[in-house]
């Protein structure tokens, strides 16, 4: 579950990296806790000697791209490549010892990062079909060289539209071949405006329309101040509702971001609920009962019988997990199950 934050020199990227992180961060990569009310209601009811969120593992060590010659170096690239996510930090604020464009125009910058993730890509694509010509197979139905030949035809009329890969629709086996090949543009975006404290309530109509745009193409998109968000991460869980509430702002900006990144991984959450850890789980999207029962532990997946499940809708109600059990709120399902987000779940299995 990486998560990459890319950008160029002085974009900010390290102090919305440090703000995300809640000042746990030790390093450039960090496990950041996702915001989540649901859990924290739960924590809150059960008050247990442990807490364990889902969390995502948060990369700041993506050299920057460079405003002048190749933009992107093999660095970046191999870096970016390992990545599930990409979240693009934009600068949209003043910044004189900016290395890169004097002038502040973040739709120039943002646009100018995704054109780039493009051409990369189909630069592979036409260095792949080039060396496909050389096959013996490439022409016979069926076989992977003419699959992939298919694919990457497909592929590079689609980038040389200036389309990056994630916006085509894919099947599964030409979703396998892009996988292989960690195509940059096919990785899932979030992108952060990175705007100036008077307009982190409101953010400039361009900007706005920017994000609008972006949003409705599936790209998640946001307008925040940095050193804000920094400045709030600082500060007690006392003080930061009625510092909120000054600037306008119902809850820090970095944690609809961290949402999006973990929504932008195909994840949903699953909780266990117990006086001694209560726990947050990150799961695919689709996945089963014996998915999740695996994701606690090995060992309850191959003894595994059967799932009790209350839907987080019905333990609100309720109050608590036994008033929803009392309640009849709690169903028995086996291992084809699939998980809804929220739900809480105890593993029935053979110790």
């Not at 934050?5 to 746990?24: E, N, P, V």
Request: glycine share 6%.
């Amino acid at each position: 579950m990486k998560v990459a934050m890319i950008g160029f020199a002085q974009s900010g990227k390290s102090t919305l990296y440090r703000a995300a992180s809640r000042g746990l961060s030790k390093g450039d990569v960090t496990a950041v806790p996702v915001p989540d009310p649901r859990f924290d209601a739960i924590v809150a009811q059960v008050k247990p000697k442990k807490v364990t969120p889902a969390t995502v593992m948060l990369h700041d060590d993506v050299e920057a791209a460079s405003g002048s010659g190749k933009m992107f170096s093999q660095r970046f690239i191999d870096a970016a490549k390992k990545a599930e996510v990409l979240l693009h930090v934009v600068r949209a604020f003043d910044n004189p010892i900016s290395p890169y464009h004097a002038s502040v125009d973040p739709l120039r910058d943002q646009e100018s990062i995704d054109v780039e993730l493009v051409l990369a890509d189909l630069q592979i694509a036409e260095n792949r079909l080039e060396r496909l010509k050389k096959s013996t197979t490439v022409k016979t139905s069926g076989s992977p060289d003419y699959m992939e030949k298919v694919v990457f035809e497909r592929l590079k009329e689609h980038l040389e539209n200036g389309s990056p890969v994630r916006d085509l629709e894919l099947s599964d086996d030409e979703q396998v071949v892009v996988r292989n090949y960690q195509l940059l543009s096919a990785k899932q975006m979030v992108v952060v405006f990175n705007v100036t404290e008077a307009e982190a309530a409101a953010p400039p109509a361009n900007i706005a329309a920017r994000c609008e745009e972006l949003i409705k193409r599936g790209t998640p998109a946001f307008a925040v101040c940095a050193t804000l968000e920094e400045e709030i991460a600082q500060l007690d869980a006392a003080d930061q509702p009625e510092f909120l509430e000054s600037l306008g702002l119902k809850e820090p900006a970095s944690n609809r971001v961290i949402r999006a990144v973990y929504d932008a991984l195909g994840l949903i959450t699953f909780f266990t609920a117990g006086e001694n850890d209560t726990h947050a789980w990150p799961l695919r999207e689709g996945s089963n009962a014996v998915k999740a029962a695996g994701t606690i532990h090995t060992d309850i997946a191959k003894g595994f019988i059967r799932a009790e499940v209350v839907h987080f809708a019905d333990y609100l109600a309720a109050g608590s997990l036994d008033a929803a059990y009392s309640g009849g709120k709690m169903h028995l399902e086996g291992k084809e199950y699939i998980i809804q987000d929220g739900d809480l779940l105890h593993i029935r299995n053979k110790s």
